[in-house]
């Protein structure tokens, strides 16, 4: 069940996307595929839903979205630079205009001081080649409102993203 903020969120996006004729897919980390669930309860969202990879791990992120393996030993699995590796992997392997990646501490645990719990990076990437990065730093607030607060955080960028982007010949 989501709640009405992110049903709100979810209906907003694959409505913009709908009247673009745009594809989605999302690379989600710590996440774990909230966002494509989201956006997938509601009806319709397969002519705009692509599909949606789960990186958990380092390795997923390699495999499924091509994260080089030097990205993610220099700057970190939680990092702006994974981030854009992972929604750029997603535009390329899938066959949507505009994908969302998430990767971030949602806790309790994992934190350090450079990268506390509730440190959350977004990036949305277009086919034609347009990036977007966000970051958050929503703080120690418990496992399920940093997943919560990310995934209308995803929806708000792959929405940004939306407005200029152009659907694939």
């Known amino acids: 069940m989501l709640d009405d903020a992110t ?33 997938t309860d509601i009806a319709g969202s397969s002519s705009v839903v692509d599909r949606g ?15 080089p393996k030097a990205t993610i030993e220099k ?48 990036a949305a990437a277009s086919h034609g080649g347009r990036v977007l990065h966000r970051e958050r730093r929503y703080g120690d607030l418990g496992r399920a409102e940093v997943r919560r607060r990310a995934v209308l955080d995803a929806l708000g960028l792959l929405s940004e993203l939306a407005t200029s982007a152009t659907p694939r010949s």
């Open 7 to 39: 049903r709100k969120a979810a209906t907003a996006l694959l409505d913009l996307c709908k009247s673009r004729g745009l594809m989605v897919a999302t690379a989600e980390s710590c996440t774990g595929g909230l966002v494509a669930a989201a956006l």
């Open 53 to 67: 990879f789960v990186t958990y791990s380092n390795a997923a992120k390699q495999a499924m979205v091509g994260v």
């Open 75 to 122: 700057h970190g699995a939680v990092s702006r630079e994974t981030a854009e590796a992972m929604a750029k992997g997603a535009v390329s392997k899938a066959t949507a205009d505009i994908a969302v990646s998430i990767t971030g501490i949602a806790g309790p645990g994992g934190g350090s001081e450079a990268k506390p719990v509730g440190l959350v990076h977004f």
